[in-house]
């Protein structure tokens, strides 16, 4: 049986690539998204990359995956990390297992990076290890099962 991964982008990281490369790198969004999709192949994954600046189609994208199969979420929420709670209340209500990442270390940042509304919730969060941190958390899930 294939495990099906959900991965979510949140606002501005459509410009991953191009946006603050010294913090960033210049991985696109494409970049990441392909070697995620390439990566799940090989570990018998199917990834599944969706990318919003609009936070309820990011609500609407996480209640959808409560019925489709998903079974398991890898979040950046990028700039919603630390304003919305209606985000944690969508995982929260479709009580899926999800995983927080972010390309840069936000403790390393400004203090108000420094709070997750999702971590609270989520399995484990990575930070700071650029856009191999999105492969961490896709073989974790992979391991997990």
Do not use: K
Request: with cysteine; aromatic share 6%; charged share 20%.
């Amino acid at each position: 049986m294939t495990m099906n991964i959900l991965v979510l982008n949140g606002p501005n990281l459509n410009l991953l690539g191009t946006r603050e490369p010294q913090i960033y790198g210049a991985d696109t969004l494409a970049d990441v998204e392909r070697m995620l999709i390439e990566e799940g192949a090989r570990l018998g994954a199917s990834v599944q990359c969706f990318q919003s600046n609009h936070e309820g189609h990011l609500i609407d994208r996480i209640h959808a995956a409560r019925l489709d199969g998903t079974r398991g979420i890898i979040i950046n929420p990028g700039g919603l990390t630390h304003t919305s709670v209606a985000l944690r209340d969508a995982f929260a209500g479709v009580a899926l297992p999800v995983l927080e990442v972010h390309v840069s270390n936000v403790h390393r940042r400004e203090e108000f990076r420094h709070h997750s509304y999702i971590s609270g919730i989520a399995e484990g969060v990575i930070a700071g290890l650029g856009v191999q941190g999105y492969l961490a958390a896709l073989r974790w899930f992979v391991a997990r099962g």
